[in-house]
């Protein structure tokens, strides 16, 4: 099953994604002669939307779309006069038909992450939300290093559900009470609580609280773990709208920042791999997801679609953003770059690609066989 929502997950994106350029180059007066459901080879045509075949394939990890003259090969055979060409088009609209790829995936997150909100995801709430929400729960938010609760297991993400010490018992999802259940045996007394980690397994763990490990308040004995109240609160279409607007600006931005100190250390061989996922580490953590609810797994799809729009906005050859690049280039020069060099260094981009994600997808399977 999990396979099988990870193969819908990346046909949804990339078929958004190729939408956005067929949507735009149609309107920029390009001929599309075709847009695919998944990869050659062609098992059907299933409609027309004027000149373009609508077409399902074979191989269902995605899709494409093929603009009339976008290699120069097309163009060249047609003698070059043709004005629906991508080339023949003015050199903005080449470049509004590169970057409506990107731009697809950005609002498909948008709708992602709104519709996330409407569904109700896990996050901190408040002392009002507490009443109307479900699935609440005591969550572990941070962990002092060397502190009891760190040497015990405990880890951000967790949830405490119970906890007893001998004499008294806490169960609930009120930090100030947690806080002062752990504080009241004075450090005297091993606390057992019972945690779900983030995993969803269960576990009894043992800490003992001790003092001094709170620089506000050294004289209280403390596991030294920061913890809160979470639980799911659906937004209104409304809230969400505008929640979701502002989350997913919050979310290019760190994944812009994140990118660009991964692509830096690629190039300076300083790249830290382990924070770096390919198919099936991505395939293992959607399906994850999905297991924890619908909000969760719109959550995770947003994450990628940003992920994937950026990537593709870099300027590497073969992809949008080389591409686009080129286009920069030719505006700049007043002329066509060669076909000949074009294509030599879009294949040099594509074979970077295909070596990255080699060592990314053996990293994956490094980590589960190990």
Known sequence: MDILIFIAVIVALIVVHEFGHFIVAKLSGMRVDEFGLGYPPRAAIIGHIGETILTLNWLPFGGFVKIFGED???EAGAGGKDAHSFTRRPR???????????????????????????????????????????????????????SPAALAGLL????????????????????????????????????GMTVRHANGEEEIIFA?????????????AALGVEVATIGIVPLSLGAAIIEGASLTWSAIVLTAVGLGHFFL???????????????????????????????????LVAIISINLALINLIPIPAL?????????????????????IARAVNAA??????????????????????
């Open 92 to 146: 903005i609209l080449q470049a509004l038909v590169l970057v409506a790829g990107i731009t697809m995936n950005l609002l498909f997150a948008y709708v992602l992450i709104t519709g996330a909100l409407i569904a109700g995801t896990p996050r901190a709430l408040s002392q009002d939300e507490i009443a109307n929400a479900r699935n609440v729960a005591l969550a572990v938010a941070n962990v002092l290093p060397a």
């Open 208 to 220: 003992r609280p001790i003092a001094g490990i709170i620089p506000s308040d050294p004289s209280r």
């Open 265 to 299: 250390g690629v190039f300076t061989l300083s790249a830290d791999l382990s924070q770096v996922a390919g198919p099936v580490g991505i395939a293992g953590v959607v399906g994850a997801s999905a297991a924890g609810g619908l909000g969760n797994l719109l959550s």
């Open 156 to 191: 951000p993400g967790d949830s405490i559900l119970s906890a007893e010490d001998g004499h008294f018992a806490f169960s609930g999802a009120d930090p100030a009470a947690f806080t002062s259940f752990v504080a009241n045996g004075g450090g005297n007394t091993t606390i």
């Open 72 to 74: 120069g090969e097309q």
């Open 320 to 340: 949008d953003g080389g591409r686009l690049l080129f286009v920069i280039i030719e505006s700049i020069i007043r002329r066509p770059i060669n076909p000949n």
């Open 349 to 370: 981009g594509f074979v970077f690609l295909i070596l990255l994600m080699l060592v990314v997808t053996a990293h994956d399977l490094f980590k589960i066989f190990t």
